[in-house]
């Protein structure tokens, strides 16, 4: 199992632009979420999903749309990115709400 | 409004000592608490939890306490081995109230562990 994978590990944007963070799982979890890490600030829950067409918002949701059409893939989506926007882009899974979360990589992303 | 915090943001133990970590939180509707450990350019993982219904749960070198009344956790690792330096976050997540699972995550403490 490939686990949970991110693309890109590093993206630079202009003001304005929009993009998508993409986010796998292969684990077959139901359970998938986004956070962002900012120094100072921890892990800060974005959008997160309980299955497939089922999404939620977070603790900072604004700036950021989420869509879950199969069970594997999560994609995050930029509309128009800000500077503030800036951070280290973490994707998990997991299988159920008492369970722990696995996390990719992450996708560190900055907005000029 | 911060629900979980870890007030100690760098921890400094020499190897073979005891590393504690400490972590409070304000919402009396947690119930499940984890540990993820993070080293630079990886995503976290996943350390050790425990539920709202015990007071310790151990795994080797790591064990978690929980203190309800307090509304305080910590994590000690012992003994503590160079390998151990990461950062180190707790969460906390109101399952049985919210039915989401949502994770609050800490700040994080980083820790080094010199030999």
């Known amino acids: 199992n490939a686990g949970v994978t991110q693309t890109p590990k590093f993206q630079v944007l202009k003001t304005g632009q929009s993009m998508t963070l993409q986010c796998a799982q292969d684990?077959?979890?139901?359970?998938m979420s986004w956070y962002r890490q900012d120094p100072g600030m921890g892990l800060r829950l974005i959008h997160y999903?309980?299955?497939?067409?089922?999404?939620d918002q977070g603790e900072v949701p604004n700036g950021y749309n989420v869509s879950r059409s199969t069970t594997e893939d999560f994609p995050l989506r930029l509309l128009s990115a800000a500077p503030s926007q800036t951070s280290v882009y973490f994707c998990?899974?997991?299988?159920?709400?008492?369970?722990?979360?696995?996390f990719g990589p992450g996708t560190r992303l900055t907005v000029t | 409004d911060q629900q979980v915090k870890q007030n100690s943001p760098s921890l400094s133990v020499q190897e073979g000592r005891i590393s504690i970590l400490n972590c409070d939180y304000t919402?009396?509707?947690?119930?499940?608490f984890l540990w993820y450990k993070k080293y630079p350019a990886e995503g976290p993982t996943f350390l050790i939890s425990?539920?709202?219904?015990?007071d310790k749960n151990e795994d080797g070198r790591f064990t978690v306490f929980l203190n309800k009344s307090a509304k305080h956790l910590s994590l000690h690792i012992v003994p503590s081995q160079p390998g151990d330096s990461a950062v180190y976050f707790c969460?906390?997540?109101?399952?049985?109230?919210?039915?989401?699972?949502?994770?609050?995550f800490g700040q994080g403490t980083t820790l080094q562990v010199k030999p």
């Open positions: 998990a899974s997991s299988p159920g709400f008492s369970y722990e979360q696995y």
């Open positions: 684990m077959n979890h139901e359970y």
């Open positions: 999903s309980v299955g497939a067409g089922i999404t």
């Open positions: 919402n009396s509707m947690f119930d499940y």
């Open positions: 425990i539920s709202s219904i015990k």
């Open positions: 969460a906390a997540s109101a399952v049985i109230s919210s039915n989401t699972g949502k994770l609050i």
